[in-house]
């Protein structure tokens, strides 16, 4: 682990050799079985990373905007968890610091001093960027940056009182099996008091959300090509960008966007940093994103199954996009009759978005 000190800030990197050998492992899994699959965390490199900057400003891609309509609104309310006693603001998956200062603008800055801000992600410069702007602009902040993979890397989150942040859908992007899991973990790293504030991508319209992943600037394109670019760099592959194409699609059967390329021909790949050869035929696809369209009732289920229960549910007009504020359950044993009592006393799901703060 690499960690230096600059005044408020502290960042530390743990992305050594044994992520180098998980990317090879994935993506030796991924290209041999069928369908092809590579996990969608390989998106982000720098470019991929300015590449999905451009996507949340783009006509099309509503959960952005949305997402921060909702931020904005409900702010206040939401860092009142930082009113009265000092904490962590961590956010796993933190990419730009677009969101969290919906956050920080909106408060009390006498509460900067009570907050370390820690962002982790995988992608170095989302976190050091970000960590040296919202140092500028919040006095009395400190932030303590963490270069890592939130799916093996949880441990590193410090000690202490936290509100945890989960935003964009990021959330979406991993298998019910896998996501569960992730739930159960983070919800391992939560006291009583803690909370995860979680952003859902709610079922709509198939038109709305297929026209999302399939901009017309075609940026969308561009970032799911750069995954093969990003492997070639890595893995000293020589994928050829211009043999494959973006194909995006809601699949209705499991309420999700899937995000593949497609092969223009019949074709063989070398990856010469794992030492294999991958052959493509003319139109399979590699799988590089799900994302999960959610219900509140497939929400509450997931949350559910890992132990965790909805204290406050933000959402726009539209029902378009939430943010769900979880906290550990109570009681063991879910379903028993005191645990029915209390969750009709204290559960707070407004169906619409509540008066701004
Ligand atoms: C869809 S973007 C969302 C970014 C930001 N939270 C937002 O809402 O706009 C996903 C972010 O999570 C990061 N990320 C994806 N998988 C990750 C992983 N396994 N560990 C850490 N960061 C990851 C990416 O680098 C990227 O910044």
Redesign the pocket.
Known sequence: MNGRSVNRVTVSNYLNDDFSARIADDVRRGLSRTPKAIPS?YF?DSRG?RL?DRI?ELPEYYP?RTEIGILRDRARSIMSFFEKRPGLLVE?????DV?IRQLLERIDPAWLRHIRYVP????AD?VIGGARRLLADFQGLSVEGII????CHLEQIPPGRKMIVF????FGNFTPAEGNDLLMRLAATMGAEDRLLI?LDMVKDRPIIEAAYNDRAGVTAAFNLNILNHINQRLDANFDMNLFEHHAFFNPNEERIEMHLRARDTFTVQIAGLAMASFFRRNETIRTEISQKFSRQSAHARFRKAGLEAVAWHTDAQDWFSLVELAKKRFAHVGSAAHAAWTQKTSVYPEKREAPA
Do not use: E, P, Q, V
């Open positions: 965390k982000y990373s999905f949340c952005t796993i998956g933190s990419g730009s969101k982790m992600d995988i992608s989302c890592a993979d939130f799916t935003l964009g859908g990021t952003g």
